[in-house]
């Protein structure tokens, strides 16, 4: 099976890279890499020239856009164009694609003149609701285009799409996010300093707790004023709450086990928060607004607690029946309040969970079973999917006429 994995651009990919989708992108192709043997398969990345992944790269670039001084951020949807139009005029080579560019939109375009099937991993979430019904319909008819949703809620605003699974991300349990029964006595959080991550209530839920806590900022140029003038001044936001910029991913396993919590108030309807997984697997539970995937990756009151961002936001019926910041405050205490053994119950059950549901394992056997099924399909409509048998075909055919 010759798969064409095409993916932005925009950054490289590599064990340090931050950026969430191109973190799935590198697990991914790593993850299918190590199965490869087993299922015969051969991997192609489209990609920056500067990846750094275990397979053949093919690219319109060596460097990355963001990292080219030519390109930059504000033309990478360009050269992004310029390696999907590449990875189609290949087509001969690959029995199927698989794409992980945002929602599929920049792919959708160039999908009639592909004979080949189409998976689109969907991982932007559908916030310009409108746009994304007008435009994605132009396309509703293609039959070679397969969207893999991230979560359920992910499909509520397009439920019409041809889906072929829902598959949640998963993470190396037996590798890097390694169980800690314990933990210790302070919250964390990491991600993007921006409002949709929820940073400033963050540092609010935690000030009112009156914790102590560990963040983790990855600054962009949309983040806060303050947090850029702290990244600058190295100072910490008080003698309870730490901050530490430019952390790798790769480096945060440490301080995920050794937390009481994470928290987890993202501000907009998230597709999937993979930091979620990877805290849980190591056996920190997390309290989190109930927004986006988050009540279906979380078990209320078993692996944390979900809490409704208001009174007039109520998204399901948990046990933490305050709301906002006070609830996000009132969860916090009952996990800091759990007997010993209560908490070392939670933090099992944060294992337990990953490792039935969001193991890397589980989500690349779900993707090989995706593959297989597109390619069926695509045979049983007929589609160019086997160039070899195409060719036996033909020729018989051909054959038939002469003698006839």
Same mark, same amino acid.
């Given at each position: ?14 064990? !340090? ?18 199965? @490869?043997?087993?299922?015969?398969? &051969?991997?192609? #990345? ?20 963001? @990292? ?13 164009? @310029?390696?999907? !139009? ?17 929602? /599929? ?6 999908? *009639? ?15 310009? &609701?409108?746009?994304?019904? +007008? ?29 072929? @699974?829902?598959?949640?991300? /998963? ?15 302070? $919250? ?6 921006? +409002? ?17 806590? +560990? ?8 983040? *806060? ?25 790769? =480096? ?18 998230? *597709? ?8 849980? #697997?190591?056996?920190? *539970? ?17 692996? /944390? ?7 007039? =936001? ?5 046990? $933490? ?9 009132? #969860? ?11 908490? #070392? ?9 990953? &490792?039935?549901?969001?193991?890397? &394992? ?10 297989? +099924?597109?390619?069926?399909? !695509?045979?049983?409509? /007929? ?14 055919? =051909? ?6």
């Amino acid at each position: 099976m010759r798969i064409a994995i095409v993916n932005s651009n925009c950054v490289s990919l590599n064990k !340090s890279t931050k950026k969430g989708t191109e973190i799935f992108d590198y697990i991914l192709i790593q993850s299918l890499y190590k199965q @490869a043997k087993r299922h015969n398969l &051969e991997i192609t #990345a489209f990609a920056s020239g500067d990846s750094r992944l275990p397979v053949p790269i093919e690219s319109v670039s060596y460097k990355s856009s963001f @990292a080219d001084k030519d390109v930059g951020v504000e033309h990478h949807k360009t050269f992004e164009m @310029a390696l999907v !139009s590449k990875a189609f005029a290949m087509q001969d080579h690959f029995d199927l694609y698989h794409v992980n560019i945002g929602n /599929g939109d920049v792919v959708l375009p160039f999908a *009639p003149f592909v004979k080949k099937p189409i998976i689109v991993t969907m991982h932007g979430s559908f916030l310009e &609701e409108k746009y994304n019904k +007008k435009y994605l319909s132009l396309f509703k008819n293609l039959k070679n285009i397969y969207f893999v949703s991230i979560s359920k809620i992910q499909r509520n605003p397009l439920p019409a799409l041809n889906y072929i @699974a829902n598959i949640y991300h /998963g993470v190396d349990a037996s590798g890097m996010w390694k169980f800690h029964p314990t933990g210790n006595e302070h $919250i964390v959080w990491a991600g993007r300093a921006i +409002k949709e991550k929820g940073i400033e209530t963050v540092i609010h839920a935690i000030k009112k707790a009156n914790k102590k806590a +560990k963040i983790f900022p990855l600054v962009k140029d949309e983040s *806060p004023k303050w947090i850029k003038q702290i990244e600058i001044n190295g100072k910490e936001l008080n003698k309870k709450i730490s901050i530490h910029f430019g952390m790798n991913r790769y =480096e945060l396993a440490p301080h995920y086990q050794q937390s009481k919590l994470f928290l987890f108030p993202i501000n907009w309807e998230e *597709p999937f928060g993979l930091v979620m997984i990877e805290s849980m #697997a190591c056996g920190t *539970p997390i309290v989190a607004y109930a927004r986006g995937s988050v009540p279906e990756v979380i078990v209320d009151g078993k692996t /944390g607690f979900v809490v409704n961002p208001s009174d007039k =936001e109520i998204n399901g019926n948990f046990i $933490i029946k305050k709301t906002g910041t006070d609830g996000l405050h009132e #969860a916090i205490d009952r996990i800091f309040s759990m007997s010993q053994e209560e908490y #070392a119950t939670m933090r099992k059950n944060c294992r337990d969970h990953v &490792e039935k549901n969001f193991t890397v &394992e589980n989500m690349i056997n779900q993707y090989i079973d995706v593959y297989k +099924k597109a390619l069926l399909t !695509s045979r049983k409509r /007929g589609e160019k999917t086997f160039p070899e048998v195409n060719k036996i075909i033909n020729f018989a055919q =051909e054959y038939r006429r002469v003698l006839i």
